[in-house]
């Protein structure tokens, strides 16, 4: 937020020749974060991105080479390191790792701006090649994927999908078409129910 | 597909006037299907649907006088009659109802012109609030919360819920954002995964 204080860099031409900082870098990811949540993954612009944080367009690609994609990626990755999230599912008690898998995902989930990251990587997963990369590889490779992997449990691709799929779709009635009984539904509530599913999924061999 | 061999109705004025018939009717609705499947909810229109199946827009809106919305519930319902999905699945041993329920869904998505449908509907109801209504409404209240309501588990309505966020949020993993280990599981592998999850929701009173 500092850096918004920061003299303004050159208008056009000096692409990757300011050295920028830390903090620069941090100003164009909460400008993304917030475009992204207003606009959806389609309609934010890297240059609109680039004028709400106050740099040139050129800083942007400095930063982020790989453009829209690799911002919306660093949107989540900021907020959720998926290997810290990883980490404390598969600490503890293995009988109760399903129920770990979900209060975690609300807890994370419960912060409002990362809610709002989340619900548009969703609803634009839903129509964008790209975002429904992103949730492929994110949520399931990079999240239920390891932790599937590290519990030993048969066919843990599957596994991990399936996992992610009831967590989606959770997420989808709850968040976003808002059915009743479960947007009504404390936290309590959806991990008592979702808890021995995850963890059927996740670390039962007999299916 | 008969009455596309009618005489094309008078182009204006007669809003109500013409007599019609059944096969008109599912004149439309075809064209709908085909247009809200091609084009989403959204940016299929009424004018489109009515031009689409050859008649005059006045026969659409006299037809179904709510509109849009009323067009699209009906391209689901004609092929998809909720009453008789839960009568087929509440009818038959009880402890294999959730197998039935996911069986029967699969059964339902399978016609490719019904996928495209639901695909349609699933994608537009995260952005749309018509279409996140419809959800709620037909899956969620016409199909799981009946079949929640004849179980007689505890807090039908919250385990209706659970039981349509899983199947919703399979659906979207398995056929929209496409993760590999679900889009390439076989139908029985996903019945036999998915089974004993919708049981618990839809049948154990234990939580």
Redesign the interface.
């Known amino acids: 937020m500092t850096s918004r204080d920061l003299p303004a860099p050159a208008a056009t031409g000096r692409r990757g020749r300011r050295p920028g900082g830390d903090d620069t870098r941090g100003v164009i990811i909460e400008a993304a974060r917030s475009a992204f949540a207003a606009k959806g993954y389609d309609r934010a612009s890297l240059r609109g991105i680039a004028r709400d944080a106050g740099v040139d367009p050129a800083l942007v690609h400095h930063y982020f080479k790989g453009g829209k994609a690799e911002l919306f990626a660093e949107t989540l990755a900021v907020p959720i390191n998926p290997a810290a999230l990883v980490e404390r599912i598969i600490t503890g008690d293995p009988d109760r790792l399903g129920w770990r898998v979900i209060e975690t995902f609300l807890a994370v989930w419960d912060a409002p701006e990362r809610r709002e990251t989340l619900t548009a990587l ?2 634009s ?3 964008t090649d790209e975002s ?1 990369r992103m ?2 590889e994110y949520l ?1 490779r990079e999240v239920f994927g390891r932790i599937a992997a590290a519990t030993g449990v048969s ?1 843990p ?2 596994g ?3 996992a ?7 997420a ?3 968040y ?7 947007a009504e ?1 404390s936290n309590e ?1 959806v991990v ?3 808890g ?2 995850l963890q ?2 996740l670390m039962d061999n007999e ?1």
């Open positions: 969703i609803r997963s839903m129509t429904a949730l492929r399931g066919d691709e599957l991990g999908a399936l992610a799929s009831q967590v989606v779709g959770m989808v009635m709850r976003i078409v808002k059915v009743p009984a479960l539904a509530q008592a129910r979702l021995p599913v059927h999924y299916a």
